[in-house]
């Protein structure tokens, strides 16, 4: 296996998961970002073949201290180990849309993708899936939630499915009295109230763009209509995900809020690990609730819809908006209501092109950043 972000949340969970396993996976590539000490321990770890890096100087810094491993960089570099011959898996982790191209490269080989970068599916999902179906690639996600509907969907027709319902914890805002909005700082938005994860995707989880994304994702995973795709507010963390079948029976995947779980299933599928960590215990969970959205309050999730119903280029152009804003909020240049106006602007802007090749999702990006950028400046 290869995995893409090996130092991040996932990553490192990832990494945990296959320590436990050794007998059942090799680890023959890493890529990282910036954490170069944790990817020196790593590699002390695993032995990988091959690392990759963000930028050349901190490629060839580490090249001069290791023996037997070969060093890359830059986007290139992680294609470079997407495509590795020998290698059954990809796991994809990085942050954002820098995992498409690597995604792309790894299934046009006709590897599994164990994929937890959802902007992957968002940005060019049509893309990825007609690759994916064209070469014999496979996508396996790594998110609870499509994790949780992945394994209700197991051996069951989509024909016999009236809806998908994602849950979301509200993030650390959802009972935050509205006109508190406006105060909100960075340091509030990165305390998950139940999950711990990256800047960006906890931002986006307090905004409510995770589940946006997630929605966009679960359209092209699972070939849904955006319209049997719903979201329900779930505080406890403990439903990953429900199907609702047409006879009205639902089935709830229930979990403890473990990203090691979701990671093992996905390394593993279709097998299931025997994994050491403590189970749920239903006596001590407790009451489970679940609230519809409240999309003004929240107008992310809304804009999910709107892009999947324009398709073509506009799924690609929310996501490069959002990292965008997410960014500038992150470095205290935007405020956090700021996030989604910047997204709304920039998709009212933009004339939807068809989505046919890697290069339109690219070019829709480029573009999108570049409106978001100017976007921001303008709100200073």
Do not use: C
Not at 63 to 70: C, F
Not at 233 to 248: L, S
């Amino acid at each position: 296996m290869v995995v893409l972000g090996s130092t991040g949340s996932i990553g490192r969970a990832v990494l945990e998961v296959v320590s436990l396993f050794r007998d059942r996976f090799s680890v023959e590539a890493l890529a990282a970002g910036g954490n170069i000490k944790k990817l020196r321990d790593q590699i002390q770890s695993f032995s990988p073949k091959r690392v990759a890096v963000r930028d050349e100087a901190r490629a060839r810094d580490l090249q001069r201290e290791l023996r037997g491993v070969e060093v890359l960089w830059g986007e290139e570099g992680l294609v470079e180990l997407a495509s590795m011959e020998g290698v059954d898996l990809v796991v994809v982790a990085v942050a954002g849309s820098v995992g498409f191209m690597p995604t792309l490269a790894a299934l046009e080989r006709g590897k599994r993708v164990a994929l937890a970068t959802k902007e992957v599916l968002v940005m060019g999902g049509e893309v990825v899936m007609a690759t994916a179906k064209r070469r014999g690639g496979e996508i396996i996600p790594i998110d609870s939630e499509h994790s949780a509907i992945l394994q209700l969907l197991e051996k069951r027709g989509i024909g016999a499915v009236r809806r998908l319902i994602l849950t979301a914890s509200g993030g650390p805002f959802y009972s935050l009295p509205p006109d508190r909005l406006e105060e909100v700082t960075p340091q509030d938005a990165l305390r998950h109230p139940i999950w711990r994860m990256g800047a960006k995707i906890s931002v986006d989880s307090a905004t409510m763009m995770n589940k946006a994304l997630e929605v966009v994702e679960a359209h092209w995973l699972f070939g849904i209509p955006p319209s049997k795709i719903e979201v329900l507010i779930h505080p406890q963390g403990v439903v990953h995900g429900m199907v609702e079948f047409v006879d009205g029976v639902v089935l709830a995947h229930m979990g403890v809020p473990d990203m090691r779980i979701p990671i093992a299933y996905a390394l593993s599928y279709p097998e299931r690990l025997p994994l050491p960590y403590p189970p749920l215990k239903l006596p001590e969970v407790g009451p489970l609730t679940f609230d519809e959205p409240d999309r003004d309050r929240f107008p992310a999730l809304g804009l999910a819809y709107r892009a999947l119903s324009a398709g073509g280029t506009m799924p690609a152009v929310l996501n490069a908006a959002d990292e965008v804003a997410v960014e500038a909020f992150l470095e205290g240049r935007l405020p956090f209501k700021g996030i989604v106006e910047v997204v709304r602007e920039v998709m009212d802007r933009h004339g939807v092109s068809p989505l046919m090749t890697p290069e339109d999702v690219l070019r829709a990006d480029r573009w999108a950043r570049e409106e978001a950028r100017r976007e921001v400046e303008r709100r200073r």
